[in-house]
């Protein structure tokens, strides 16, 4: 479970509102008729605070690894607002979002592929430094490549060893040095440890955990595993076929899972030992039927109809907004409707 401090009064640092993402289907010669849209991501809302970690979990395919990349800008989105410091990104010309992109960085999910094979690691680190120019003097430059070897637990005199050298839980590291370069307020983790063994998991998680105290990071930290998120968020949003179903404090949400589709996946993580868990203690397992629908032709209505257990006619009409249940804990589900006096997603402490 997550060790840090309360961070619910931090003032917002990023806000997302409506995102879309529609990657067009096209044929015909050329490929030049669109017949259609895949919705990866449609109409997502979520905010991130200073100082905390948002966790983002959901199945293959759901968007979560769209939208760290529309946030970033790494694929432009369709539609939406994505506010960082009070300023839209999506409005700001190229030279505006070059600047930007020194407060925001990521973390690549494949260490082995996100890492140059041509270049050193100290070059790979010094790029980023090289191309915003931060530093006067390559002195100053090999310096300030050391130290961020050292900070992530690595030797710093393996700055003239090449990507094949290392290990990938060393390779993560690089690219978390790399990440660090620029004292970044933001860093959109996807799934920076679903690649590495499981003690290599738990080094990792750690020392981004030491790292957010030591350098007052901000994370999105995008993952498939639930333990995982438990064990380094602050708070997680649960997304579902493009959208999020449910966003609420780490201890609030695995204690009181309120969406049917989380129910789903807490009864999913396995029990450390199932003989000793019985009664009461033990977990009932939730079987989902049917499979996950297509984002091309995403269900009318709450997305996750086809599959809930408790659907009700509402549910096939009515799309749920996300709303406030109570003590910041939004849920878009007909049978949680909002606390009194709430709204929809809001960002106020």
Request: proline share 7%; hydrophobic share 35%.
């Amino acid at each position: 479970m997550s060790n840090k401090t309360d961070k619910s009064k931090n003032p917002v640092l990023l806000e997302v509102k409506g995102l879309k993402k529609h990657f067009p289907i096209k044929r015909g010669i050329l490929f030049s008729k669109q017949v259609g849209a895949v919705k990866a991501v449609d109409g997502l809302d979520l905010f991130v605070r200073e100082g905390e970690t948002l966790g983002m979990v959901g199945e293959s395919g759901c968007g979560k690894s769209t939208t760290g990349r529309l946030i970033l800008r790494l694929i432009e989105p369709t539609e939406g607002e994505v506010i960082f410091q009070g300023k839209d990104l999506l409005q700001l010309n190229n030279n505006e979002m070059r600047h930007m992109r020194r407060q925001l960085q990521m973390v690549f999910q494949n260490p082995y592929a996100s890492l140059d094979p041509r270049m050193t690691v100290g070059d790979i680190i010094a790029e980023p430094l090289r191309v915003h120019k931060m530093f006067s003097s390559s002195q100053e430059l090999k310096k300030r490549v050391r130290e961020l070897l050292d900070c992530v637990g690595l030797n710093p005199s393996y700055t003239e060893r090449f990507p094949h050298e290392f290990s990938g839980g060393q390779r993560q590291r690089i690219g978390i040095a790399r990440a660090l370069a620029l004292n970044p307020k933001l860093i959109i983790a996807d799934e920076p440890v679903s690649a590495l063994d499981v003690s290599v998991q738990a080094q990792v998680l750690n020392l981004l955990n030491d790292l957010q105290s030591q350098f007052n990071l901000t994370y999105l930290f995008i993952a498939h595993n639930l333990s995982t998120v438990n064990h380094i968020s602050d708070r997680v949003a649960v997304m579902y076929l493009g959208k999020v179903v449910e966003l609420a404090g780490n201890e609030h949400l695995y204690a009181n899972p309120k969406h049917p589709y989380t129910q789903a996946l807490m009864s999913a993580v396995p029990e450390p030992d199932p003989v000793i868990m019985r009664g009461s203690e033990r977990k009932k397992r939730i079987i989902l039927e049917g499979d996950i629908p297509s984002p091309v032709n995403p269900p009318s209505g709450c997305r996750f109809h086809t599959r809930c257990w408790e659907v009700m006619d509402v549910c096939k009409t009515t799309e749920p907004p996300l709303v406030d249940t109570g003590s910041g804990h939004y849920v878009a589900c007909h049978l949680h409707p909002a606390a009194v006096g709430e709204t929809p997603l809001r960002t106020t402490a």
